[in-house]
């Protein structure tokens, strides 16, 4: 497969130049180029500037060559949280919040979590890939190169496994980038209720450790909240797990204020997710620390609760990211037009601010910031093609799509025209 592509003309090349997670004022920074042009060689970007400076030094007829005059190029984005393999759905439940049930409500009755648990367990691998395949097409289409994938509807040693086996498989065949998070501390069954401690240990003793000898995760996770697994259980499972070498993340302060930021902070988590709770000293904590701050806003706004403090955590020097959070229950979207509309609309958060959030910083969310998340030379050759000249149509074409191709690797991967 030809890896070697040209990509020239553009009318504005959004570069999001760097190689770490951006704060503050600097999320502002885009790097545009116009009339800019990126050359992607065996998959890995070899020049970036103005096209005719940068393409005289390489033999077209070696390229693929896409003339992007009238277009905006973007790096691919980043959903750096999501839930994307699992089985059944929850149309019921969502009906049921419509009526004023809350999420911890449905949960306590045996839904939420515990339903989409029971869907999973029972779905065949086949069938999980063959869903997590669909979800992921209709991802790319929407530009999103690399994508962070959780376990965690399981809450068994061999549905955990199989839930990171299906995304390990689906990353060998699927153009997206799959990076897997083990987040066997989602819930509790029925079985370990009241019981939380004793299955901390299971999840310590008996899978962790299978999880981490056979590579199936790279980060691991835990939902710290009131009445799931207090911030002492998450301090022990999250301590535990970065000896055994995973990366850390943490779901804190989404319900109520815990202190899973703090907590974050503690324990140099590369992101604290969710945050819809999270305390000035819990902010305060993860920007003098470096943490990312990963924003849902789509899970917000599907259960009519306040949004994250956004802005704020940006003026006080928090490197933000935003991802999607698609799962079955709290947020069954994938939609990157839908998060760019509520951050933008919603959140006091800038349209620049909202495209470093789901490129560099949400690559830094996975410790992939070297790699991934910015058009800079060295980097993989993962890009965005806008069907407008402006990124700024991205939020003004409310809840639209406004991608019209994407190169994964130097490969074009997406074209609307043919796929759409």
């Known amino acids: 497969m030809n890896k070697n592509i040209i990509i020239k003309n553009v009318s504005q090349l959004v570069t ?41 030094d390489f033999d077209e007829s070696r390229f693929s060559v896409i003339d992007a005059r009238g277009k905006a190029v973007l790096p691919g984005f980043v959903d750096s949280h999501t839930h994307f393999v699992f089985g059944g759905y929850r149309a019921e439940e969502f009906s049921w919040r419509l009526r004023g049930d809350s999420y911890m409500q449905i949960l306590e009755r045996g839904g939420g979590i515990l339903n989409t648990v029971l869907a999973t367990r029972e779905s065949k691998k086949d069938e999980l890939i063959e869903a997590g395949k669909k979800r992921l097409d209709s991802m790319l289409s929407f530009g999103v190169t690399t994508v962070e994938g959780k376990s965690g509807y399981g809450l068994d040693h061999d549905t955990e496994l199989k839930q990171l086996e299906v995304m390990l498989d689906l990353d060998n065949e699927h153009p997206i980038d799959i990076v897997r998070t083990f987040l066997g501390a ?6 370990y209720k009241g019981r939380e401690d004793t299955y901390i240990d299971f999840l310590i003793g008996r899978v962790m450790p299978e999880v981490a000898e056979r590579k199936l995760a790279e980060f691991c996770d835990v939902f710290c909240e009131e009445n799931v697994f207090s911030v002492e259980q998450a301090r022990r499972l999250l301590s535990r ?21 703090e907590l974050a902070a503690e324990l140099d988590a590369v992101s604290a997710d969710h945050l819809l709770q999270a305390s000035d000293k819990g902010i305060h904590d993860m920007a003098e620390k470096g943490i990312v701050a990963t924003l849902l806003p ?21 490197a933000v990211a935003l991802a999607t959070d698609l799962n079955p229950g709290s947020c069954f979207s994938e939609s990157i037009p839908l998060i760019f509309a509520l951050a933008t609309l919603y959140m ?11 490129t560099i910083n949400a690559a ?14 060295g980097k993989k050759g993962d890009v965005a093609i806008l069907e407008f000249p402006s990124y700024e149509y991205i939020p003004y074409h409310i809840g639209v799509s406004v991608v019209e ?5 130097g490969t074009l991967v997406f074209d609307k025209e043919k796929n759409g």
């Open 298 to 318: 789509g899970t917000a706004f599907s259960l009519r609760e306040p949004y994250a403090r956004g802005r704020y955590m940006i003026d006080n020097n928090c």
């Open 241 to 261: 797990a970065k000896e055994m070498g995973f990366k850390l993340k943490i779901h804190a302060d989404e319900i109520v204020q815990l202190g899973g930021a």
């Open 348 to 358: 006091n958060i800038t349209t620049e601010e909202t495209i470093t959030a789901l």
């Open 405 to 409: 191709k994407v190169v994964k690797d």
């Open 186 to 191: 989602h819930a509790v069954t029925k079985d």
């Open 364 to 377: 830094a969310a996975l410790n992939r910031e070297d790699a991934i998340g910015s058009i800079d030379v």
């Open 16 to 56: 999001c130049s760097g190689f770490k997670a951006k704060c503050g004022k600097d999320m502002s920074d885009l790097q545009i180029i116009n009339d800019g042009a990126v050359v992607i060689e065996q998959g890995i970007i070899r020049a970036v500037g103005k096209t005719g400076e940068t393409i005289s």
